[in-house]
Every structure is written in structure tokens, then in C-alpha cells.
């Protein structure tokens, strides 16, 4: 399985909002609406924020948002505060005979 | 409330082997799958083994296959990865995961740090 393709980096001011891009192909993103998002500061495990496409798990902001349109995913961050700033990552699941893909990761940076 | 803690990791020379593991409390350890992602110094994150709840299936990643063995001890409540043929490509901090669903890990442990040297 290839990765799933994410710019590397994408920044905002507080307060604004940005979204950051996950695109995949018909056997993964496009095929499934299985696709999650983490997010990762320095030195500390991944948190999932949003899975199913669209879902929040319990204690998610909901300034968080997913989206998918084809085979590409977005997430939304609106209203930037200066704990977003972190990597995050998509993934999706590829079927039931193979382990799902991760994208590369995009740093997000709050201005 | 629900806890993965990883134990096992350390340094060791390329062609050796390791096992880790990550006992599982807090939940029903047999409702879910399990993962083992791990991210190499500085690189993104990556797939390297799952496991699905009820034992049966086993997926790893290519990069991985015929070398490692992902494995579970229900009574212990303990995931495991056998590792073996360790490559320097290898070394990362290994985490596992609970699958909520579909690769929607909701739960991960601190991770454990496996140094391949040469």
C-alpha cells in the first residue's frame, strides 16, 4: 500500500482556520469511509480527533472537522488556538486483507 | 480506566531479536483489535502489525512480513510483538494501539524506543 499523500506543512493566526488535505486512490480514501486523523506533539503519543470521515471521539473540540469528497479527506481546524500547533496525520482503512496507510503527516503551525 | 503500557524496548544488534509487549487494562481486552505502529526518529507514522479482536486474522506491513509476529495472550490481557532479524531500519518508538474501529485507534500506549545497531 502507498501512503496517503499530505502537504508537509500548513500554518494559521489564532483564531483563523485551516484545513489540511489527505489524498488517497478508489482502494483506500475514495473507497471507504473509514478514514481517521491523529494528532501528535512532540515526544508524546498520536490522539485520534476524528474517525469515520466525520466523527469526534468524546473530548474532541468540536473545532475539529472532517470531511472527505472523492478520494481526498480534509480536516478543519477553526478557531486556531496555540495548543493545535502539532502534526497530524490521516489514515484509512485499505480493505479487510491488508493494514491501513498512513499520510506523511503536516505540521501545523499557529502563527 | 482504560491503560497500554509497552515494555521490551532497548538496544540491540542488527540480526538479533526482541519481543515486546503491552499489557492492557481497563476494558474488555477481547471487544477489540490491536496495533502496532511505530515511528522512526524524526518520520512519520507507519502500520506494522494488527491484530484482529477475536485473534484470527494478523496483518503486517511489507517492510515487516516474515520477520515479525504479532500475537496476543488473552488471560494475560497482553499484546505482543515478536521481532526478529532486527535491520538499523527498524529502530523507532514502537506504540500500540486499540482499534476502536477500522484502524481508529482510540487508545495508545506511551511507546517504547528500539535502537537497531550495526
Known amino acids: 500500500q502507498s501512503a496517503l499523500t499530505q502537504s508537509p506543512s500548513a500554518s494559521g493566526s489564532p483564531g483563523q482556520s485551516v484545513t489540511i488535505s489527505c489524498t488517497g486512490t478508489?482502494?483506500?480514501?475514495?473507497?471507504?469511509?473509514?478514514v481517521s486523523w491523529y494528532q501528535q506533539h512532540p515526544g508524546k503519543a498520536p490522539k485520534l480527533m476524528i474517525y469515520?470521515?466525520?466523527k469526534r471521539p468524546s473530548g474532541v473540540p468540536d473545532r475539529f472537522s472532517g470531511s472527505k469528497s472523492g478520494n481526498t479527506a480534509s480536516l478543519t481546524v477553526s478557531g486556531l488556538q496555540a495548543e493545535d500547533e502539532a502534526d497530524y496525520y490521516c489514515?484509512?482503512?485499505?480493505?479487510?486483507?491488508?493494514?491501513?496507510?498512513f499520510g506523511g503527516g503536516t505540521k501545523l503551525t499557529v502563527l | 480506566q482504560v491503560q497500554l503500557v509497552e515494555s521490551g524496548g532497548g538496544v540491540v544488534q542488527s540480526g538479533r531479536s526482541l519481543r515486546l509487549s503491552c499489557a492492557a487494562s481497563?476494558?474488555?481486552?477481547?471487544?477489540?483489535?490491536f496495533q502496532w505502529v511505530r515511528q522512526a526518529p524524526g518520520k512519520g507514522l507507519e502500520w506494522v502489525a494488527a491484530?484482529?479482536?477475536?485473534?484470527?486474522?494478523?496483518h503486517y506491513a511489507d517492510s515487516v512480513k516474515g520477520r515479525f509476529t504479532i500475537s496476543r495472550d488473552v488471560p494475560k490481557s497482553t499484546l505482543y510483538l515478536q521481532m526478529n532479524s532486527l535491520r538499523a531500519e527498524d529502530t523507532a518508538v514502537y506504540y500500540c494501539?486499540?482499534?476502536?474501529?477500522?484502524?481508529?485507534?482510540?487508545?495508545w500506549g506511551q511507546g517504547t524506543l528500539v535502537t537497531v545497531s550495526s
Open positions: 469515520d470521515v466525520s
Open positions: 491484530i484482529s479482536y477475536d485473534g484470527s486474522k494478523q
Open positions: 494501539a486499540r482499534d476502536a474501529s477500522f484502524y481508529s485507534c482510540d487508545h
Open positions: 489514515t484509512s482503512y485499505a480493505g479487510s486483507n491488508t493494514l491501513g496507510v
Open positions: 481497563g476494558f474488555t481486552f477481547t471487544n477489540h483489535g
Open positions: 478508489s482502494s483506500d480514501v475514495g473507497a471507504y469511509n473509514y
